[in-house]
């Protein structure tokens, strides 16, 4: 009996170290999954202050450069509209000044064109238009006017007297020394076309 004794208490004593190291290691198992359960906790908790603090840099870094373009931007902009401005006020009006000059300008053509009888025989043909009108002495002069554009001295004192009257006479060539090549097309034949006009006033 004694011996049943005993061994019921050697198996209630097995059992209940049994019991023990199971809850033992329950325990150690929980603890364990609450510490890693905290330390994620606390990682999370610093990734989301950290993330919040870098956003809040980089918001803070994004605004000064903001402002500090759009300062630059303002000041650039009134710094250029001084400038204008300053333009405006220094820059003198020259339209005036232009339109007098081309007025002038104007004059002098005007000018040149009233010592001539024809002042664009030699640049281009003329016709029956610009010469009917046209007294035989006019005729005349507006043929050797295209001589005395190059320079031909002539042997007329009449004639050369007249156009060295003119600014636009240079004397250059004796009737002996003129080229024949120094007249272009559109001169040669107004000359032959003025000559033959002379012609017709001369007959009638």
């Not at 994620?40 to 610093?46: D, E």
């Not at 559109?186 to 003025?194: F, M, R, S, T």
Request: proline share 1%.
């Amino acid at each position: 009996m004694k011996e049943k004794a005993d061994f019921k208490l050697k198996i209630i004593s097995c059992i209940l170290s049994i019991a023990i190291i199971f809850i033992a290691s329950i325990t150690a198992l929980l603890f364990l999954s609450s510490s890693n359960v905290s330390k994620a906790k606390k990682t999370k908790n610093l990734t989301k202050s950290e993330y919040a603090k870098e956003s809040d840099n980089s918001s803070n870094s994004q605004t000064e450069e903001y402002q500090g373009i759009s300062l630059d931007d303002f000041s650039i902009s009134v710094s250029s509209s001084n400038s204008d401005k300053k333009k405006e006020t220094t820059e003198p009006d020259t339209s005036t000044e232009t339109k007098t000059s081309e007025d002038t300008e104007d004059t002098e053509d005007s000018s040149n064109q009233g010592d001539y009888i024809i002042s664009d025989s030699d640049s281009r043909y003329l016709t029956d238009d610009d010469l009917k009108d046209l007294s035989k002495d006019e005729l005349s002069l507006a043929r050797n006017e295209i001589f005395a554009r190059h320079g031909y001295i002539f042997d007329s004192e009449e004639l050369q007297s007249y156009f060295e009257a003119k600014d636009w006479y240079s004397p250059v060539y004796s009737s002996d020394s003129f080229p024949e090549d120094e007249l272009n097309e559109y001169e040669k034949k107004n000359a032959n076309l003025i000559k033959d006009y002379e012609k017709d006033k001369g007959d009638n």
